[in-house]
T-cell receptor, first 112, second 113 residues
Framework: GDSVTQMEGPVTLSEEAFLTINCTYT??????LFWYVQYPGEGLQLLLK?????DKGSNKGFEATYRKETTSFHLEKGSVQVSDSAVYFC???????????FGSGTRLQVQP | DGGITQSPKYLFRKEGQNVTLSCEQN?????MYWYRQDPGQGLRLIYY???????QKGDIAEGYSVSREKKESFPLTVTSAQKNPTAFYLC????????????FGQGTRLTVV
C-alpha cells in the first residue's frame, strides 16, 4: 500500500535559519502530494500541494517540489520565524484511494 | 464561511460510557473521515465515508461506530469497547471520493476520567 516517510523531529532552528523537512512517498502511480501544518491544540491546515511531477507548491514562504525521479516532496523555507513553530505533516493521495496517507509528522521549534 | 465544525472541543468520559463526537460540514463534500491522533504521533484512520448511507472501516475501527445519514454530518461514537479512548480526534472531508485534498475540523480532545 501507499506510504509516506518524513524525517523525525523535533527540528530546532534559530529564527531566520533555513528549513528543510524531508518527505518521500511510495505509491502505485503518481498521487497528489500535500503539506499540512498543525498548531498546538488545533486541526490540520493545508499549507501547500502539488498534483503532478515537477509542480512546485508554495505558500507563506514555504515551497516544495514534486520530484518524480526521487519520489520526494521536501518542504523548504528560506527564513523561519518563531510563528512557524508547529507540527508539519506530509501526505499523498489520489481519487479512488480511500483517504490521504499521512507521514508521522515533524515538530519544528524555532527559537528567537 | 464554509468549513468543518467539530463539537465539543473538550470531552470527558467516565469508564464504561459511550460518547458521541459531532462533525458537520457545509462544503458539500461527498467524502468524510475520522482520524485519531495520540501525543507525538501521526494520524490513524478510524472510519471513512465516501457517500451518504455508506461507510467503511479504517485501520483502527475497533471500539468505534459511525453513521452517515446526511451528507453534511458524520458523527463518531466512542464505545465502552474502546480500551484506550483518550486521544485527539480529527474529522475531515474532501470533495472527491477519497484520496484528495482534505479539509479538517478543529478537533475534539477526549479524556477518560
Amino acid at each position: 500500500g501507499d506510504s509516506v516517510t518524513q524525517m523525525e523531529g523535533p527540528v530546532t532552528l534559530s529564527e531566520e535559519a533555513f528549513l528543510t523537512i524531508n518527505c518521500t512517498y511510495t505509491a502505485t502511480g503518481y498521487p497528489s502530494l500535500f503539506w499540512y501544518v498543525q498548531y498546538p491544540g488545533e486541526g490540520l491546515q493545508l499549507l501547500l500541494k502539488a498534483t503532478k511531477a515537477d509542480d512546485k507548491g508554495s505558500n507563506k514562504g514555504f515551497e516544495a517540489t514534486y520530484r518524480k525521479e526521487t519520489t520526494s516532496f521536501h518542504l523548504e523555507k528560506g527564513s523561519v520565524q518563531v510563528s512557524d513553530s508547529a507540527v508539519y505533516f506530509c501526505a499523498g493521495g489520489d481519487t479512488g484511494r480511500r483517504a490521504l496517507t499521512f507521514g508521522s509528522g515533524t515538530r519544528l521549534q524555532v527559537q528567537p | 464561511d464554509g468549513g468543518i465544525t467539530q463539537s465539543p472541543k473538550y470531552l470527558f468520559r467516565k469508564e464504561g460510557q459511550n460518547v458521541t463526537l459531532s462533525c458537520e460540514q457545509n462544503l458539500n463534500h461527498d467524502a468524510m473521515y475520522w482520524y485519531r491522533q495520540d501525543p507525538g504521533q501521526g494520524l490513524r484512520l478510524i472510519y471513512y465515508s465516501q457517500i451518504v448511507n455508506d461507510f467503511q472501516k479504517g485501520d483502527i475501527a475497533e471500539g468505534y461506530s459511525v453513521s452517515r445519514e446526511k451528507k453534511e454530518s458524520f458523527p463518531l461514537t466512542v464505545t465502552s469497547a474502546q480500551k484506550n479512548p483518550t486521544a485527539f480526534y480529527l474529522c475531515a472531508s474532501s470533495g472527491d471520493r477519497g484520496g484528495t485534498e482534505a479539509f479538517f475540523g478543529q478537533g475534539t480532545r477526549l479524556t477518560v476520567v
